[in-house]
């Protein structure tokens, strides 16, 4: 007798390395290379004469942060979810709207977390390939299907799929659930949120861990029709009514009241984005025309393999996949100027 028949197994994701030792550059988990808005920082200060609130639960319904969220994208309440960062999002849209014997689509290169909770909740799924470009064909997605999720900009191709071929895909999807994972589309995408108006089958997704700097925090938020955010909150006091932390919430809303900060520094990423482009085409790398917080590159000198492993042997960290199709890509967080200045003059050396 064993309790092993029992269990729910699954293949867990496996994120980024967070090395314990602090003498690396850093550029695996694309988290943003500066510090959170000095608003994030008062707001924690006035926490401290706050500290008897840590002994309530927070606000279940999370009104502080999504209040401040809705002001700052001019969108209503009640078409706002939040969640412990957009994993936690996605994970519950997946929960409340993929309950369909119907496969859910979603490209083969993508976020390597869309498959994991596909199995853990027993969605059936197809992966769609992508292009040989790593480009997304809108009538892929025009097949029978249980829900559709796609990245854009997509990761980790960094490639951003037009905002009339999304619309395609949502239109052309009007029983089911599309999800847009729009995790990236501070720098440099075009969201599709004006669209939650007219289509009332779309959930767009976006997180505070990149263009807000606050990775650490787990802050995650969806925009869709009040009726969709409606089932995705049931589905959520169904599972944790306090996923969000009193700190979070507090944290969370300065963070997005500060535009000017937000602005600057996003800016700043797509800025040295760009500079990095230029030397790696310079070292005859390859990759999409990025516009997210990283670059997909490849090298037709070495294999990505033997560049990550030279890399990281001079204490700068990257991310690949042992995966058909990508093994010889690296994608490349971009951080500060002196450090992609590093990584450039690495990669001369290890290409020499
Ligand atoms: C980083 C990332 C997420 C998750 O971000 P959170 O830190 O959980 O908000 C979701 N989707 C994509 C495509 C990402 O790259």
Known sequence: MSYEA????????????????????KLNTNENPYPPSPLVLKALKDMEEKIERLKLYPDPTCEKLIDAIAKAYKVDKEKIFVGVGSDDVLAMAFLAFFNSDKQVLFPDITYSFYDVWADLYRIP??????????????SDYFIDNGGVVIANPNAPTGEALALDKVEEIIKNNPDVVVIVDEAYVDFGGV???????RYENLLVV?????????AGMRIGYAFGNPKLIKYLSDVKFSFNSYTMNATSLELGAA???????????????IKTRE???????????????????????KSD????????????????I???????????????????DEEMQELIKALEEILK
């Open 318 to 336: 990257v991310r690949r996949w042992d995966k058909e199709r990508i093994n010889d890509y690296l994608r490349i967080s971009i951080g500060t």
């Open 255 to 269: 963070a997005v009241s500060d535009k000017e900060y937000f602005d600057k520094t996003r800016n700043m990423v």
């Open 191 to 197: 969201s599709v949120l004006p669209l939650i108006e």
């Open 301 to 316: 000198k070495l294999p990505g393999k033997v560049i990550f492993d030279e890399l990281r042997a001079r204490n700068i």
């Open 125 to 138: 799924y197809k992966q769609i390939p992508l292009k040989s470009d790593f480009t997304i064909e809108p």
């Open 275 to 297: 500079w990095t482009k230029g030397e790696l085409k310079r070292l005859g790398f390859t990759f999409a025309d990025s516009k997210t917080n990283f670059i997909f590159a």
């Open 6 to 25: 029992n269990v729910r197994k699954v293949v867990p994701y496996v994120p980024g390395e967070q090395p314990k030792v602090t003498n690396l550059i």
């Open 206 to 214: 976006q997180t505070f861990s990149k263009s807000r700097s606050m």
